[in-house]
């Protein structure tokens, strides 16, 4: 099983609707991440928290330590929205990061 | 934008070959990354750096060799490229508060 568990693999939406994705870890951590990767390839680090809720625009990101649970959420999605979004977490241990499998968006016009 | 070059961004060499790729940046960062990712793995760590000459492995360090002789360049080899190399390759940089990590525009990598 791997230590960060991302849902869904895929998601698609039409243009306006709100979107959530999740993320799961197994470890204890320090601060969770997730990043945004275009399809150009080049990635971009959207939040970094390590408790409570983050927003940036439209970007909400929550984190639940408790349940070692993160979910980043997109209100009113655009096309521009659609990219690989990546949840990578920082062990307690240390200054790596170990990173989900990501979840590709496409929001439809 | 964080100051980080990768070069070259796109090489294709043969098996067997030695291979070098380089990162760059500007910011006086003390941690450097580097990342493979490929379809159906993510991001891995092959190699980290935590200041000049002290570099670390990652999690698939296998055939892979790094140096640091300054704090901007952070070097990654290939002894002998296998076709199992072939990935895009990602640097990344963070400093020694917040931990936030930057990245590279990536080095596309073919080995055939």
């Known amino acids: 099983k791997n230590e960060v568990e991302q849902s869904p693999q895929n998601l698609t939406a039409q243009e306006g609707e709100f979107i959530t994705i999740n993320c799961s870890y197994s470890?204890?951590?320090?601060?969770l991440h997730w990043l945004q990767q275009h399809p150009g390839g080049g990635i971009v680090s959207l939040f970094m928290?390590?408790?409570g809720k983050k927003k940036h625009g439209r970007l909400i990101a929550t984190i639940n330590i408790q349940e070692k649970h993160s979910s980043l959420h997109i209100t009113a999605s655009h096309p521009r929205d659609s990219a690989v979004y990546i949840c990578?977490?920082?062990?307690?241990?240390?200054?790596?990061?170990?990173f989900g499998g990501g979840t590709r968006v496409l929001v439809k016009p | 934008d964080a100051g980080i070059t990768q070069s070259p961004r796109h090489k294709v060499t043969e098996t067997g070959t030695p291979v070098t790729l380089r990162c760059h940046q500007t910011?006086?960062?003390?941690?450097m990354y580097w990342y493979r990712q490929d379809p159906g793995h993510g991001l891995r760590l092959i190699h980290y750096?935590?200041?000049?000459?002290?570099?670390d492995k990652g999690e698939v360090s296998d055939g892979y060799s790094v140096s640091r002789s300054k704090t901007e360049d952070f070097l990654l080899t290939l002894e002998s490229a296998t076709s199992s190399q072939t990935s895009v390759y990602f640097c990344?940089?963070?400093?020694?508060?917040?931990?936030?990590?930057?990245f590279g525009p990536g080095t596309r990598l073919t080995v055939t």
């Open positions: 910011e006086n960062h003390r941690y």
């Open positions: 470890v204890g951590i320090s601060a």
């Open positions: 928290l390590s408790s």
């Open positions: 990344a940089i963070s400093g020694t508060s917040g931990y936030e990590q930057y």
């Open positions: 750096s935590y200041g000049v000459k002290d570099t």
């Open positions: 990578a977490v920082r062990s307690s241990a240390g200054n790596k990061l170990t």
